[in-house]
Structure formats: structure tokens, C-alpha cells
């Protein structure tokens, strides 16, 4: 049956067993960091919940996975919550679905805007606290509100900074991702232990990460690009692109293949170039993330209860990636 054929009893049945599947393996992915399913098939599922609660909006509730970010705190973590929400991100498959993004935001705004394009790192979200300059605070994204503090874990990463090159006092935010070279020889080190190995790199380092001993995490190998400075007001950066050159001068890790893009066609260059090139970079992405240049424009445009509205992450292909992650694990 088409969508617009059935029933909302029928309709309200589907979205009950989607969201049980869906659920089912967040569960493996967030919480165990060993998932039942690749990504994209996950991702399929997820937007066919989202196509059938945008046609019966009277069947979402509350918890259903499109109305909250993923993922749980471990026990054993002391909990942070976090003054400003971690959210997720809203992604788009398809040139098309690029334009009717560019489209929604344009008519929001009124005009064509700037946008600046970066690469979807594949690790997980982390948040760094800094007073007069120190590292006094990390912790991962947990559920959004509530996260865990691993502040002694990131201490273990050498590309985080301690002290900052200014005392200042800030939160930035950011991708601890494990390099494709430490993810092989990590799971070469699991095999020859008789341990189970990861499936890719994002579980691996979201399961060195989560260690309640920190000699783990520090044997890991595990690296760092920050991209959001919060609280931006307090400093000068206008757009999103001079916020990451003023991380950069704070002395965090960031990634210099940050773009700015005036249209579509800029940024449909910018993914075929790293489409092409992902295999030869030392880290795994998923896709490029676009956002609003201006952040004036950022903070108009807002966000929904899971994601912001002035950001999406257009995700590669599926083929390519796991052929990559396969490769590794087995080839070396
Ligand atoms: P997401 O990982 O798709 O996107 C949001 C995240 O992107 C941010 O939290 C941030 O950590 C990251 N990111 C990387 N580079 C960034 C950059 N330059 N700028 C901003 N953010 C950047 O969304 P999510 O809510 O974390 O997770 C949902 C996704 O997780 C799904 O789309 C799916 O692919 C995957 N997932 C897979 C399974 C499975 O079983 N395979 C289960 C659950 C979720």
C-alpha cells in the first residue's frame, strides 16, 4: 500500500513496529557501540518513520525515536547536563533534497545565503568546558540534556588542549573520532586477544571513550576536530567559518577542509571532490555537513526539538564505506 492509502489505525501499527526496530538497534549502536545493522539501513527505516509520522502527525509520540536524540547515559558515569541541548542533525540523500533544503531556508530568510561546508567526521560528539583557559569539563552527548562526564578520559587525548593560548572561559563542541590506522590495529590487537572486534571506527571510539579506566582510552590513539564555539556572542567571530579559525588560535584541533559555498553548485563540487577522496583520508566521514555561514541567521533560523534548523548533513552513498570498514578489518 502507498502511504496516503492507509488507515490511521493502520498507519499508527506500522509506526509502533518501527519504532521498536529503530530502537532495538540504537540500543546495540549508542549504548553496547556494536550495531546490528549498517548505517544506511538504519537511516532508511528511520526516514520511512519520519515520511509516515509527517502524513499521521496525530500517531507521533513523545518518545518515539524522531522526537528525541539517541542514546543513554552508561552507569558508572557521573551525569552532566548540558546548559545548551546537544542536538542531532537532519540529513538529506539526494541533490533534490539539498534543494528543498536550500529552498526552506531561503524563504526563511528571505535571500540566498552563504553557507559553510565541512566533512561529516565519523566518531561521536563530545563537549569541552574551559575556565580562565583550563579543561575543567567534558562529557559526551548522552541523551541531548544529560551526558556523560569523561573529562579524565579526554585528558588521555593528546590533541585536546589543557590550557588554552587565552584564559578565557568557554564551551566548544566537537568530533572524537579514531583514526582508520589506530581502528585497524586496534581490532588486529582484539582478534589476537580473542576479543570481539569493532564494526567501524565510530563504535570503536565511542566504546575507547567510554572507559572506566583511562589507560584504555589513553592506548587508543583517539583524535579530535572541534567545530561549534558556544556562546559566540562573547567573542568576535560573525560566522561560523572564523569561529573554527578562532578555536583554531585557541589551540583546538580543527579541520582545514572547511569551506565557504555562495550556491548549490559550489557545494555539489565540494561533496564530489571528497566523495572521491574519503578512502585516502586518515579518518572515516559519512557525508559533508552545511550550515548557515551567518550565525545571526543561525540563531533566527533555531531548531526543532532533535535538530537544527540551519544545518544537514548530506550522507555519501552506502557501498563505498562499508567496503572500507570491511577492508580494513580484514585485510591487515
Ligand atoms: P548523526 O551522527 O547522523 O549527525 C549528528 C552528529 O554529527 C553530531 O552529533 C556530530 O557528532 C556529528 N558531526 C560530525 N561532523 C560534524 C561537523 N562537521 N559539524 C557538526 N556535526 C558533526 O546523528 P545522530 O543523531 O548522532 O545519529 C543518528 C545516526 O546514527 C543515524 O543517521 C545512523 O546513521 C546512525 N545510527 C546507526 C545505527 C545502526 O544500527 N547502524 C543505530 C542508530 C543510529
Redesign the pocket.
Known amino acids: 500500500k502507498e502511504i496516503d492509502q492507509l488507515t490511521e489505525n493502520e498507519a499508527n501499527d506500522l509506526a509502533v513496529q518501527l519504532r521498536s526496530t529503530l530502537d532495538k538497534?540504537?540500543d546495540?549502536?549508542?549504548t553496547k557501540d556494536a550495531?546490528?545493522?549498517?548505517?544506511y539501513?538504519?537511516?532508511e527505516k528511520?526516514n520511512d518513520l519520519l515520511e509516515l509520522e509527517q502524513a499521521f502527525p496525530s500517531i507521533i509520540t513523545p518518545d518515539s525515536i524522531t522526537q528525541r536524540?539517541?542514546g543513554k547515559v552508561l552507569e558508572g558515569f557521573s551525569k552532566v547536563t548540558h546548559e545548551e541541548p546537544?542536538l542531532?542533525?537532519g540529513?538529506v540523500f539526494s541533490r533534490e533534497e539539498l534543494t528543498e533544503f536550500d529552498n526552506r531556508i531561503q524563504k526563511n530568510i528571505g535571500h540566498a545565503v552563504d553557507y559553510n561546508v565541512?566533512?561529516?567526521?565519523d566518531?561521536?560528539?563530545i563537549s569541552l568546558i574551559y575556565e580562565n583557559g583550563e579543561l575543567v569539563q567534558g562529557s559526551t552527548?548522552g541523551d541531548g540534556n544529560i551526558g556523560e562526564d569523561i573529562t579524565k578520559n579526554l585528558r588521555t587525548i593528546t590533541s585536546i588542549p589543557r590550557t588554552l593560548t587565552r584564559p578565557v572561559s568557554l564551551e566548544v563542541r566537537g568530533?572524537c573520532y579514531m583514526p582508520k590506522e589506530a581502528f585497524a590495529k586496534l581490532n588486529v590487537k582484539q582478534l589476537e586477544a580473542g576479543k570481539e572486534v569493532f564494526a567501524n571506527p565510530r563504535n570503536a571510539a565511542a566504546g575507547s571513550l567510554r572507559q572506566l579506566d583511562t589507560s584504555i582510552t589513553k592506548s587508543r590513539k583517539l583524535d579530535t576536530?572541534i567545530?561549534?564555539l558556544m556562546a559566540v556572542e562573547n567573542f568576535n567571530p560573525t560566522t561560523q567559518h572564523e569561529a573554527i579559525q578562532t578555536m583554531e588560535e585557541l589551540g583546538f584541533h580543527t579541520?582545514p577542509t572547511q569551506q565557504i559555498c555562495h550556491n548549490l553548485d559550489e557545494v555539489w563540487e565540494y561533496i564530489a571532490k571528497y566523495q572521491k577522496v574519503r578512502d585516502e583520508l586518515p579518518y572515516g566521514i559519512?557525508g559533508i555537513?552545511l550550515?548557515v555561514n551567518d550565525l545571526s541567521l543561525q540563531a533566527k533560523l533555531g531548531h526543532t526539538i532533535k535538530v537544527p534548523r540551519w544545518?544537514i548533513?548530506y550522507k555519501f552513498p552506502p557501498e563505498e564505506e562499508a567496503t572500507v570498514v570491511r577492508d580494513i578489518e580484514w585485510t591487515v
Not at 550495531?35 to 548505517?39: G, L, Y
Open positions: 538497534w540504537s546495540q549502536y549508542y550495531p546490528d545493522v549498517e548505517d539501513v538504519y537511516d528511520y536524540v539517541g546537544m542531532s542533525m540529513d565541512e566533512l561529516k567526521i566518531g561521536l560528539a552527548r568530533e576536530f567545530y561549534t579541520n559519512d555537513v550550515k544545518e548533513a
